[in-house]
C-alpha cells in the first residue's frame, strides 16, 4: 500500500520538475532573442566600432552575429572595406548598440544645408602626411623595394602573416589602427605606381 501512494507522488514530481524545466528555457530563450544575439556582446561591437568608426553599427552586428568574433570581422572589414547591410528582417538589438550611437529613428525630411565641405583623403584623414616618402627619397624607397616590398614585413602586413590578436581592448584597438594605416599606405603607392605606368605608356605611344 506504501509503495502504490509513493508512485503517483514520484510521476507529480517529475511532471512538475519538467514543466518548470520546460518554461525557464522558454524564457531564457526569448530574452536573448529579444535583447541580444547569442555570441555577440556589446563590447565585441564597441571594439570593432571604434576600429573602424566609418562602418554603421547595424552592419557590424549582423556580421557579428554570423561569425561570432570580433577579430573576424575586423579582419573581413581590412579585405573588403566594407560590411554587408544587414536585411530588412535582421532586428538589431538596442542593447547591443554603442552607447554613442542612439537607436535607428524613422528619418523625416529636412531643410536644404549649405554644401559640405570636400571630404578629406584618407591621407589626411588618419594624419599620414608625414609618413608619405619625399621625392629625395624616392630613388632609395625604389632600391629597398627590392629587399621587400611595403606591407610585406614580419609582423603582419596587409599581405603577410597574421597579426597577433591583442588580449586588451587597447592593444587591439592600436594594432587595427596601424594595420589600417600600413593598407593606405600601401594602396596609395600602388595606385601612384598605376599612373606611373599609365603615363609612361602614353609617352612610348606618342
Do not use: C
Not at 2 to 13: F, G, H, N, R, Y
Not at 116 to 143: A, F, N, T
Not at 153 to 180: C, F, I, Q
Amino acid at each position: 500500500m506504501a509503495m502504490e501512494d509513493v508512485l503517483p507522488a514520484l510521476l507529480v514530481i517529475g511532471l512538475v520538475w519538467v514543466l518548470i524545466r520546460y518554461m525557464s528555457r522558454s524564457s531564457n530563450t526569448s530574452t536573448l532573442n529579444r535583447d541580444g544575439i547569442i555570441g555577440v556582446t556589446p563590447a565585441m561591437v564597441e571594439t570593432v566600432h571604434s576600429a573602424f568608426p566609418h562602418i554603421p553599427p547595424g552592419n557590424i552586428i549582423y556580421s557579428l552575429s554570423k561569425t561570432r568574433s570580433a577579430q573576424a570581422t575586423s579582419e573581413e572589414i581590412i579585405e573588403r572595406g566594407f560590411l554587408p547591410i544587414p536585411p530588412a528582417t535582421f532586428n538589431i538589438p538596442a542593447s547591443l548598440l554603442p552607447p554613442s550611437v542612439n537607436p535607428p529613428t524613422p528619418t523625416s525630411p529636412t531643410k536644404p544645408t549649405l554644401p559640405s565641405r570636400p571630404v578629406p583623403s584618407l591621407i589626411e584623414r588618419y594624419q599620414l602626411s608625414s609618413r608619405i616618402p619625399s621625392r629625395k627619397g624616392k630613388e632609395k624607397d625604389e632600391e629597398d623595394s627590392g629587399a621587400g616590398a611595403p606591407g610585406a614585413a614580419p609582423g603582419g602586413g596587409v599581405g603577410g602573416e597574421a597579426v597577433k590578436w591583442e588580449d586588451t581592448r587597447e592593444g587591439r584597438e592600436k594594432g587595427l589602427k596601424e594595420r589600417k594605416e600600413r593598407m593606405i599606405l600601401e594602396a596609395r603607392r600602388r595606385l601612384l605606381e598605376k599612373q606611373a605606368s599609365a603615363t609612361e605608356q602614353q609617352t612610348t605611344q606618342i
